[in-house]
T-cell receptor, first 115, second 114 residues
């Protein structure tokens, strides 16, 4: 069965600190897809990144970076030099390629960046 | 902008009344989803659709039904609302037809059942 665990319920950091949000997943499939979404205080859900199981290269986009490690079933998200605008709830999600079109989300991590 | 709208955006209703939430998309996407978001639970899939009149259950489908009579509309119905169905409901689409495409979400509907 597929499962996504975001063990960090809430993280507080001071502006300009680096912060890593953890995501651990479980799946029996060899082909699967991982995602991160951001939900700012305004409530909308914003897609950040998609990764397939065959691509373990780390991804960097500005201050955001993602570390995908199949050996530990983790897909962690790091924000470098955090800013107040990064304050949001972040969700990790998993989709398996085994014939269904379902997505499983973690419970989310609330990030508070203090000025 | 994936062209997804939800209506109503806010609703307060009483226990036992039927409620229908509407998700509308303008891009003829095949796959549509309904989720509920609750504190401590994240997003949980209620139902999804892979085409007109083709739907399937998610992990929290009890008490909910869906219908999709045309590509652009996906309706979620609470036949007899209960207080446990107080939640924020999000509709989502996947823009492609491949498994594992990213999802895009509507703005959400906040439902309160008194």
């Amino acid at each position: 069965a597929q499962k996504v665990t975001q063990a960090q319920t809430e993280i507080s950091v001071v502006e300009k600190e680096d912060v890593t949000l953890d995501c651990v997943y479980e799946t029996r499939d060899t082909t699967y897809y991982l995602f991160w979404y951001k939900q700012p205080p305004s409530g909308e859900l914003v897609f950040l990144i998609r990764r397939n199981s065959f691509d373990e290269q780390n991804e960097i986009s500005g201050r955001y970076s993602w570390n995908f490690q199949k050996s530990t079933s983790s897909f962690n998200f790091t924000i470098t030099a955090s800013q107040v605008v990064d304050s949001a709830v972040y969700f990790c999600a998993l989709s398996e390629a085994s014939g269904t079109y379902k997505y499983i989300f973690g419970t989310g991590t609330r990030l508070k960046v203090l000025a | 902008d994936a062209g997804i709208t939800q209506s109503p955006r806010h609703k307060v209703t009483e226990t036992g009344t039927p409620v229908t939430l509407r998700c509308h998309q303008t891009e003829n996407h095949r796959y549509m989803y309904w989720y509920r978001q609750d504190p401590g639970h994240g997003l949980r899939l209620i139902h999804y659709s892979y085409g007109v009149k083709d739907t399937d259950k998610g992990e929290v489908s009890d008490g909910y039904s869906v219908s999709r009579s045309k590509t652009e509309d996906f309706l979620l119905t609470l036949e007899s609302a209960t207080s446990s169905q107080t939640s924020v409901y999000f509709c989502a689409i996947t823009p492609g037809t491949s498994i594992g495409d990213e999802q895009f979400f509507g703005p959400g509907t906040r439902l309160t059942v008194l």
